[in-house]
């Protein structure tokens, strides 16, 4: 591809979406022609699946919750992401396959082996060319909640957090360009080391 791909991971309430933003703002500030998008999500088909599988109250099981994110991946793979790779610009994702594999794979109990293959159907083989994952403490989970709407996922317990947490770190060890971000640290410093990173990959200068 032409462009650049890049994926902030992490749970809810990480501060990815804040960052996702000054990133989106710095490289159009440097000229860059970009796209800031999110999973699931990110066109209007997929969006609508995405009030489908987050709706709290709503009864979805593991099964059909992956099969929803599958279907919005796919769609978001096909108008959004890949077109704008092709085209040479810079795609800024909030979430994407790793975290399927962390809430539906080690949060759910689905096997990664299946998440894998159907990811891979989902994507057409796309990676991304930096995953920057952004963990916190739990307890911020809480603090940045206080006052915020919670969605389906928001509201699982703390167990299911700790193994989501779990899976995210398993998998930043064996995925090619992932870095995990200390997002219990001020956002001035979580930002200057996601353009450190942009800067090591060569996606800046």
Do not use: W
């Amino acid at each position: 591809m032409k462009g650049k791909f890049i994926v902030l991971e992490g749970p809810d309430r990480c501060g990815k979406s804040t960052q996702a933003k000054m990133l989106y703002n710095q490289l159009v500030a440097r000229g860059k022609d970009v796209i800031l998008t999110r999973e699931p999500g990110g066109t209007p088909t997929a969006e609508r699946i995405r009030q489908i599988v987050l709706e709290p109250g709503l009864d979805v099981r593991p099964l059909a919750e992956l099969l929803l994110y599958e279907a919005s991946r796919a769609q978001h793979t096909q108008e959004k992401i890949l077109p704008a790779l092709e085209e040479g610009k810079t795609v800024i994702c909030e979430r994407y396959t790793m975290s399927t594999c962390a809430y539906q794979g080690y949060g759910r109990g689905i096997p990664l082996e299946t998440i894998d293959i159907l990811n891979k159907i989902a994507t057409r083989g796309t990676q991304p060319d930096l995953t920057l994952v952004f963990l916190m403490s739990d307890k911020y989970f809480t603090q940045r909640g206080e006052y915020l709407f919670s969605d389906r996922l928001e509201q699982e317990d703390l167990a299911f957090r700790q193994k989501m947490r779990k899976g995210y770190l398993e998998m930043i060890e064996r995925t090619p360009n992932a870095y995990l971000i200390d997002a219990d640290k001020n956002i001035s410093d979580i930002q200057a080391r996601v353009l450190e990173l942009l800067k090591e990959h060569l996606i800046i200068v």
